[in-house]
């Protein structure tokens, strides 16, 4: 049994005090107010507390709590002037389409949402109000009034939206679709809903007077808009980890339960995300109180500083390098799949790039292993028509092994997975994904008789799949480029630097350290993401004491901005004076 010494609740430390940080609707409400008695009021114009909203927010909780509190002659929400659900949802359904899980992402806005003739009507009733306190609370609340005296962005993470949609407790935007099965609400939300809010977000963030976190609806939470900046600052000067999250899954298994320390609740557990930062939220802490914001809001304020002028020039402000695990110890084989090649991908859902993927071996029992290409002279044709008869005709499984690659699985093997490459992880392992960002494309082409956690079959995306394999990526030429392509690069004193990939196809490169001893590493101008593969613990240190040395444990991924520049990396604590490892990911440019 390995014990846990991973931190699951990782924080960027902003200030020693919480007093910068008000927790609870008494201790905000009485900062707004007196921001609101410090606000220069305009003669002829009303004193505006606009609230912008986040999709998920209680608007409900927040309007209460505000009102009793402030009294405001009026409160106008502005998702009170969408237009009705009926024609929101005609104007998702192009993006959207008919498919359970993919749709195309699309230019939609939060002004698409809002009927102009609404919306002029309530700002006619602002204009009038004049003198008076108006409170404008929700998603678009920027728009109605665009200059408030006082602007307050109230996020909230994306996991957290996940689970009150999971809850049903939360529609869609300008939805009703509150009892919609929570993987179709995430599905709308991911093309439509986050992706129009966040350009709201980018005008309204840089400019917020106060950040207010509401993910925990008990303790809600205040910083003002300069302790955010100055705390996405100093985070995008060191090293820092964002929250992990994980999820069970059909094929999950028990390791991340037990390395990571997590409740006993679910069967399993399958996924575990710590580097998405499209997903995964920020810990900014003020004392003992923490305030959780997405962690896409640091590439949004920071991406130059982030990701470097090569790969901001390149993605904009999107984290290219995503970092995951997937666990099946004593769990089931993922779905065998394929993802879109880049045209695909392009085509067909409007992504820019695709997600192209790796599977690093964390752990792995005697006998595990991994799906990957075609067996030499596979009759591709026949293959086809056996999956579409494993999904016509119960009687009549998939036979995989006269077909797909079983290459073994141990420890610390790297398996390169170009998009187009037919692949699964089996059963008994434990996968550090090391991938391109998009993590939803994936074509399931048989799914070894086995239902979700539903209870129903799980979406298969045969005709998708079957325009993606590629049919020549058969045994040899798998193993010449696919499975542990590592050659050594370089070497020092107490360490060796090694080379796994990716794939030409990829755009991410990867570097193995194995070491006893100070490692030197830099940036060189582009973000970089590690993991501690091996070693109970290390230190990451800023040779000009740039940072603080910032400790990380077994498994835990980290994220180095291209600012920091050089940083080394040692073990420490109980891992002094043995060999620890870790995998670097970084954009070739
Ligand atoms: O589709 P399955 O069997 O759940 O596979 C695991 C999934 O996790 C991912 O690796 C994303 O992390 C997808 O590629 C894949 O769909």
Not at 73 to 79: G, P, T
Not at 177 to 187: D, G, M, P, R, V
Not at 302 to 319: D, K
């Given at each position: 049994m390995r014990s846990?010494?991973?931190?699951?609740?990782?924080?960027?430390?902003?200030?020693?005090?919480?007093?910068?940080?008000?927790?609870?609707?008494?201790?905000?409400?009485?900062?707004?107010?007196?921001?609101?008695?410090?606000?220069?009021?305009?003669?002829?114009?009303?004193?505006?507390?606009?609230?912008?909203?986040?999709?998920?927010?209680?608007?409900?909780?927040?309007?209460?709590?505000?009102?009793?509190?402030?009294?405001?002659?009026?409160?106008?929400?502005?998702?009170?002037?969408?237009?009705?659900?009926?024609?929101?949802?005609?104007?998702?359904?192009?993006?959207?389409?008919?498919?359970?899980?993919?749709?195309?992402?699309?230019?939609?806005?939060?002004?698409?949402?809002?009927?102009?003739?609404r919306l002029r009507a309530v700002q006619a009733t602002l204009a009038a109000a004049a003198g008076e306190l108006v409170l404008v609370l929700g998603t678009g609340a920027t728009l109605v009034c665009p200059n408030p005296s006082v602007l307050v962005y109230a996020d909230l993470a994306r996991w957290e939206i996940q689970q009150r949609q999971r809850r049903g407790e939360i529609a869609n935007?300008?939805?009703?679709?509150?009892?919609?099965?929570?993987?179709?609400?995430?599905?709308?939300?991911?093309?439509?809903?986050?992706?129009?809010?966040?350009?709201?977000?980018?005008?309204?963030?840089?400019?917020?007077?106060?950040?207010?976190?509401?993910?925990?609806?008990?303790?809600?939470?205040?910083?003002?808009?300069?302790?955010?900046?100055?705390?996405?600052?100093?985070?995008?000067?060191?090293?820092?980890?964002?929250?992990?999250?994980?999820?069970?899954?059909?094929?999950?298994?028990?390791?991340?339960?037990?390395?990571?320390?997590?409740?006993?609740?679910?069967?399993?557990?399958?996924?575990?995300?710590?580097?998405?930062?499209?997903?995964?939220?920020?810990?900014?802490?003020?004392?003992?109180?923490?305030?959780?914001?997405?962690?896409?809001?640091?590439?949004?304020?920071?991406?130059?500083?982030?990701?470097?002028?090569?790969?901001?020039?390149?993605?904009?402000?999107?984290?290219?390098?995503?970092?995951?695990?997937?666990?099946?110890?004593?769990?089931?084989?993922?779905?065998?799949?394929?993802?879109?090649?880049?045209?695909?991908?392009?085509?067909?859902?409007?992504?820019?790039?695709?997600?192209?993927?790796?599977?690093?071996?964390?752990?792995?029992?005697?006998?595990?292993?991994?799906?990957?290409?075609?067996?030499?002279?596979?009759?591709?044709?026949?293959?086809?028509?056996?999956?579409?008869?494993?999904?016509?005709?119960?009687?009549?499984?998939?036979?995989?092994?006269?077909?797909?690659?079983?290459f073994p699985a141990r420890p610390h093997d790297h398996f390169l997975i170009p998009a187009g490459t037919v692949h699964c992880s089996g059963a008994n392992g434990v996968v550090l994904e090391i991938s391109a960002t998009p993590f939803i494309f994936t074509f399931k082409l048989w799914d070894w008789e086995r239902l979700g956690l539903d209870g129903r079959p799980r979406p298969i995306h045969l005709a998708h799949g079957a325009a993606n394999i590629q049919p020549d990526r058969t045994t040899a030429w798998v193993e010449q480029n696919l499975v542990n392509q590592i050659e050594p690069v370089a070497s020092g004193p107490g360490w060796r630097e090694e080379r796994t990939g990716l794939h030409e196809r990829e755009f991410i490169e990867t570097r193995r350290h194995w070491f006893t001893d100070l490692v030197p590493h830099h940036t060189l101008g582009g973000v970089q993401v590690l993991n501690l593969v091996q070693g109970a613990e290390a230190i990451v240190e800023s040779p000009s004491g740039a940072f603080e040395p910032f400790v990380v444990h077994y498994a835990e991924t980290f994220i180095v901005p291209a600012a920091v520049g050089a940083y080394t990396i040692r073990p420490h604590g109980p891992a002094a004076g043995t060999e620890c490892a870790t995998m670097k990911a970084y954009v070739r440019t």
């Open positions: 846990s010494n991973y931190d699951k609740f990782p924080f960027v430390p902003v200030a020693a005090s919480a007093e910068a940080c008000q927790t609870g609707w008494a201790a905000i409400t009485s900062v707004l107010q007196a921001a609101l008695l410090a606000a220069p009021a305009a003669p002829g114009q009303p004193l505006v507390l606009a609230v912008e909203c986040y999709p998920g927010t209680d608007l409900g909780q927040l309007q209460q709590a505000l009102t009793q509190a402030l009294q405001p002659a009026q409160c106008l929400v502005a998702n009170d002037l969408y237009y009705p659900a009926a024609k929101i949802d005609a104007l998702v359904a192009g993006p959207l389409t008919d498919d359970p899980v993919f749709g195309r992402l699309n230019g939609l806005t939060i002004s698409d949402f809002i009927d102009p003739q935007l300008g939805s009703e679709n509150f009892t919609e099965k929570a993987s179709l609400k995430y599905k709308r939300a991911f093309f439509v809903d986050w992706r129009a809010a966040d350009r709201l977000k980018k005008q309204a963030l840089p400019r917020a007077d106060f950040l207010l976190d509401t993910n925990d609806p008990a303790a809600p939470k205040l910083i003002s808009g300069a302790d955010l900046r100055a705390g996405l600052a100093a985070t995008v000067r060191r090293p820092f980890r964002v929250v992990p999250f994980f999820d069970p899954g059909p094929w999950g298994g028990q390791w991340l339960r037990e390395v990571i320390d997590l409740p006993d609740g679910p069967a399993n557990y399958a996924w575990g995300f710590d580097c998405v930062p499209e997903e995964n939220s920020l810990l900014l802490g003020f004392g003992a109180a923490r305030v959780e914001i997405p962690s896409i809001d640091l590439v949004f304020a920071h991406p130059r500083e982030l990701l470097g002028e090569a790969v901001h020039g390149r993605f904009g402000t999107e984290f290219p390098i995503r970092f995951d695990f997937l666990d099946t110890m004593g769990g089931g084989n993922l779905s065998l799949q394929v993802h879109p090649l880049t045209e695909y991908a392009q085509d067909h859902f409007g992504l820019a790039y695709t997600q192209d993927e790796s599977y690093y071996m964390l752990a792995a029992e005697p006998g595990a292993n991994v799906y990957l290409g075609l067996k030499e002279n596979a009759d591709f044709p026949a293959m086809l028509a056996d999956l579409q008869r494993a999904q016509d005709d119960p009687a009549a499984p998939f036979p995989a092994a006269e077909y797909i690659n079983e």
